[in-house]
C-alpha cells in the first residue's frame, strides 16, 4: 500500500438546529489525505431534558466507505449520497448538554456541503468554521490552517530525529500568519520540545519514543505528531530498555482524545504509555478485516494513530476460533480447508498492511492466539501427533488478496501438524513484517488432568498451589509445572523463526467481577489473589523465562484495585473512592501489587487474607488497620518480564482509560492506575 499525500486538517461543520429541535450536529474531520478523510458526527443535546432515542438523515456528495457506532444506510443520489443513521443500542439516549458521536471513513474530499440535513425529522441549518484540530500530518487544504515543521514532512505521522538539539521554523500553510505558539509533549524524559522565537526547539534527550502538539492559539491551528528518537547508531528503537507498560485502547473518539489530552495542565495529564493494543479479531468470514469497505483499515488506522501518540501498536491476533473458543471450535476450524484458506489470506493482509505503514522502522508488536494452543495442552495432544490436523497445506495452495502465494516454493515445508501451524505462522510475521516484535500466548490452566509433573492443578489453579501444600513445597511443584508447560509450547515451536518473547494472562475479569461471594471471602475466589498468590504468579512467570530463554510479555492484566486505598488522587485532593463491585467497578489486586498501596481492607476476614505474606516479601507489612504492599515492578523485571500489559478482558471489567462507548465519562477505575 503506497499512500499519496495526507492532509491532517480538521474542519468543523456546525448545524444549528431550527424549529423545535434541540440537538445540534457537527462534522468533524480528524484526518484527510488525497482522496479520503476519517470524521466524526457529533450530536450535542442542547435542550435540558434527555433525548430518547434518534434518527439523522442528511445529504452529501461524500462516499461513506466504513462508519462505526451507529447504523448508518446509503441511498444512492444524481450527485452523492443520502444517508440515514439510526443509534447503537447503547447510545440511543443523548442525556442533556451531552454529546455522542458517530465515526466513518469516506472516499472523496471532507467539503461543507451537507444538505437536507434532519434529526427526528426536525430540519438543521448548516454553517462551518475554519476551526482546525490535532491531525497528524497532511498539506493543509481548504481554508483552516495546517501547522507545518520545516524537515518534517506534511505527510508524516511521526519524524524521526538523532540525540542532539534542532530547531524547526514553525508556519501556517493558509498564508496566516501565526504569532502565538505552544508545544507540549507526553513523553519529556524523551524529548523536550519548546518556543524559541516563533521556532520549535527540540531537545532529544535518550532514545525511544514521543507525541508533542504545537498549537498556534490565535488560530487554533494545532497538530499533533509523534517522535522517534534513534539510537547513538542511528536505528530506530524498540522496546524500552526498562520495563514497558501497556493498555488496551480502541481508535475511539473517547480513547484517542484521551491520549490526546496529555500535558494540558492538571494532575491528570501525564497520559503516555509505551504500548497501546487492540484485538484482531473475529476469524476470516465476519472478522477484522470485514469490518471497514477497506479491507482491513483497522490494522492501518492503529497503527497511524499509534504513531502520532509516540506509542507502539499491538495486535492481538486472535482468529482461530471467529467467536466463542474451545477445543472443539479450534479443531473444527484448524481442520477445515475452507476455514483455513481464510485463515491465511487474513493472516497475508495483516503482515502486508503491517509493512506497508512500517517502512519507516516504527515497531509493531504482535501477540498470537490467545489460548488456542492451550487448549492442545490441557488435552494432552502432542505438538507433532494426529489428534488435530491443521490445513498448514492450504497456505500453498490459496493466493493472498493480493494474489500473490502466502507459501511458495522459496518456503519451507510446513506439515500438517500443531507445530507445523504455528512454525508457519511464525515464518510467514518474520518473512514479511521486518519491525515486528512477535509472540505466542501461554495458559497457567494448560495442564492436562494430573499435570504435566503429576501434581493435580485443582479447582484454584497453579497460583494457589501454596494454599495446600504450603509455601514451600508448593513453590516447588509451582516451578516444576510452569517449567513443564512451558516446554510444551516450545515443542509446539512459539520459538520458531527466533520469535521475540512469550506471553502470559492472568484472567479476562477482575476478580470480584468472576467470583460475586468474592469481595466479602477472597480466598473463595481463585482469582482475588494476595501477595503470595502474586510471587507464586511471579515464580511461574520467571519459569517461563528460564524454560523458553526468551523475554515474557505480562498481557490484559486487570487493573481494579483492593479497596480501600488511602492513595490521594491528585485531582480531587481526596482519597479514590471504594470500587463497589458492581460492573466495570470490580475490585482486584493486580495494580495494587504491581504498583504498591496502602489500603485498609475491612473486615477481619480480609485483613487476614491480604495481610498474608507467608513468603516473607520484605514489601508487605501491616500496621494497624491498614496493609502496605510495595511495588513490585522491579520484581517483575527480576522474573524476566519486559512489558506490562493492561485492561480489561471483557466488558464488564473495571478500566483504566474511559470506555469506548463515551458512556462514562472516564475510566471507571477513577483514574488510580494512571
Partial sequence: MIRSLRAW????????????????????????????????????????????????????????????????????????????????????????????????????AFTPTVSGCVVNGIPVTPTYSGTTGGGGGGGGGGTAPFVAIAGVAHAAEAFFPPVGTSTHALSLTNGT?????????????????????????????????????????????????????????????????????????????????????????????????????????????????????????????????????????????????????????????????????????????????????????????????????????????????????????????????????????????????????VEAVNHIIRRDCPTAIFGWQMNLWASPPGGFTGTPMGGNGICRLTDTWGIDIGRRKIRAEGAAITQWYVDAGVLASNADFVSIDKYGLDAVGQASGAATNPA??????????????????????????????????PVGRVNATTTINPTTGTTFPLLNNTVARYEDSASTFFFGDTFTPGSPTRMAWFASNLGGDPKVSVSGSTVTWGEHLTDTVDAGVVALLCGPGVGASTTNIPPSNLSQPGATDDGFWM
Fill in 177 to 421: 500568519s501565526g504569532t502565538s505558539w505552544s508545544v507540549r509533549t507526553n513523553n519529556p524524559k524523551v524529548i523536550l520540545p519548546s518556543i524559541v522565537g516563533g521556532s520549535l526547539r527540540l531537545v532529544t534527550r535518550n532514545p525511544g519514543f514521543a507525541s508533542m502538539t504545537l498549537t498556534e492559539s490565535s488560530t487554533g491551528a494545532s497538530r499533533i505528531i509523534g517522535v522517534a528518537v534513534r539510537t547513538p547508531g542511528g536505528a530506530v528503537p524498540r522496546l524500552p530498555q526498562r520495563l514497558a507498560i501497556g493498555s488496551v485502547s480502541e481508535d475511539t473518539t473517547a480513547h484517542l482524545d484521551y491520549w490526546k489530552g496529555y500535558g494540558a495542565g492538571g494532575a491528570d495529564d501525564r497520559r503516555f504509555v509505551d504500548i497501546r493494543y487492540i484485538y484482531v479479531n473475529g476469524g476470516p468470514d465476519n472478522g477484522w478485516r470485514t469490518w471497514t469497505n477497506t479491507p482491513g483499515m483497522r490494522v492501518t488506522q492503529y497503527i497511524r494513530e499509534s504513531k502520532k501518540l509516540g506509542m507502539i501498536p499491538c495486535f492481538v491476533f486472535y482468529n482461530v476460533p471467529d467467536a466463542g473458543e474451545s477445543l472443539f471450535t479450534n479443531t473444527l476450524h484448524l481442520q477445515d480447508p475452507a476455514y483455513m484458506d481464510g485463515y491465511w489470506k487474513d493472516l497475508d493482509l495483516f503482515c502486508d498492511l503491517v509493512r506497508a505503514e512500517t517502512t519507516d522502522g516504527w515497531p509493531v508488536m504482535v501477540i498470537l492466539e490467545p489460548d488456542c494452543l492451550g487448549y492442545f495442552a490441557q488435552a494432552g495432544y502432542s505438538p507433532t501427533g494426529t489428534q488435530v490436523i491443521p490445513r498448514v497445506d492450504r497456505a500453498y495452495a490459496v493466493l493472498g488478496f493480493d494474489a500473490s502465494v502466502i507459501l511458495g516454493p522459496t518456503d519451507p515445508i510446513f506439515p500438517n501438524h500443531i507445530r507445523g501451524f
Fill in 524 to 557: 473463595a475466589s481463585p482469582w482475588f489473589f494476595n501477595n503470595d498468590h502474586w510471587q507464586n504468579y511471579l515464580l511461574f512467570v520467571k519459569s517461563i523465562h528460564r524454560t523458553s530463554s526468551k523475554p515474557v510479555v505480562l498481557w490484559q492484566i
Fill in 9 to 108: 486538517v480538521l474542519l468543523v461543520l456546525v448545524f444549528a438546529p431550527t424549529g423545535h429541535g434541540q440537538v445540534a450536529v457537527e462534522f468533524a474531520a480528524s484526518s484527510q489525505w488525497s482522496g479520503g478523510f476519517v470524521a466524526n458526527i457529533r450530536l450535542t443535546n442542547q435542550g435540558t431534558t434527555a433525548v430518547n432515542g434518534w434518527t439523522l438523515g442528511f445529504d452529501w456528495a461524500a462516499a461513506m466507505t466504513s462508519h462505526w457506532n451507529a447504523t448508518i444506510t446509503t441511498t444512492p443520489l444524481a450527485a452523492g449520497f443520502r444517508y440515514a443513521a439510526v443509534p447503537a443500542s447503547w447510545n440511543a439516549t443523548i442525556a442533556a448538554g451531552a454529546t455522542i458521536n458517530v465515526g466513518f471513513q469516506a472516499n472523496g
